[in-house]
């Protein structure tokens, strides 16, 4: 099922997880957040703690949370560019420290020559087409490689 309501805030998609992934019990939930409040000049901390919940939440429902990074996006300042790169370390710190699945979606879509840009875009916001295969089959294969 998808959950996700575009230009939602990590803070936002937190009011709603009991009632859009907890409430449904699936088997596993891909957690993809925090762009939106980079964008909109939120913290990194905010978006770490926010996360950080969504996770136990998962985790004391018996769902397998999927902590996915945050994607670029090509008009992004230094300052955005950088806590961007700060709350994914945190990320995959996260994961690894809980045991949690993890995917590097920000990896699948950025630019490989700049990581602080998309590949390729239609608006410098969003993937385009092939980003979003991309993403989809790094998502997949964290998925699958656990047995889902």
């Known amino acids: 099922m998808n959950r996700g309501i575009n230009g939602q805030r990590s803070d936002e998609i937190l009011s709603r997880f009991e009632r859009d992934v907890?409430?449904?019990?699936?088997?596993?939930?891909?957690?993809?957040?925090g762009v939106n409040d980079i964008f909109q000049r939120r913290s990194a901390d905010s978006v770490k703690r926010n996360l950080q919940a969504m996770y136990k939440l998962?985790?004391?429902s018996s769902i397998v949370p999927v902590a996915a990074t945050v994607?670029?996006?090509d008009i992004a300042s230094r300052d955005e560019s950088r806590a961007i790169l700060e709350v994914n370390a945190w990320i995959e710190t996260e994961?690894?420290?809980?045991?949690?699945?993890?995917?590097?979606?920000?990896?699948?879509?950025?630019?490989k020559d700049n990581p602080h840009l998309l590949g390729s875009s239609p608006d410098g916001l969003h993937p385009d087409i092939q980003g979003y295969r991309r993403m989809g089959e790094a998502l997949s294969a964290t998925l699958e490689s656990a047995g889902y």
């Open 95 to 111: 994961s690894r420290t809980r045991g949690m699945l993890f995917c590097d979606t920000n990896l699948a879509v950025r630019d």
């Open 71 to 73: 994607l670029p996006y």
């Open 58 to 60: 998962a985790e004391r």
């Open 22 to 33: 907890v409430a449904i019990e699936p088997a596993a939930v891909i957690i993809l957040a």
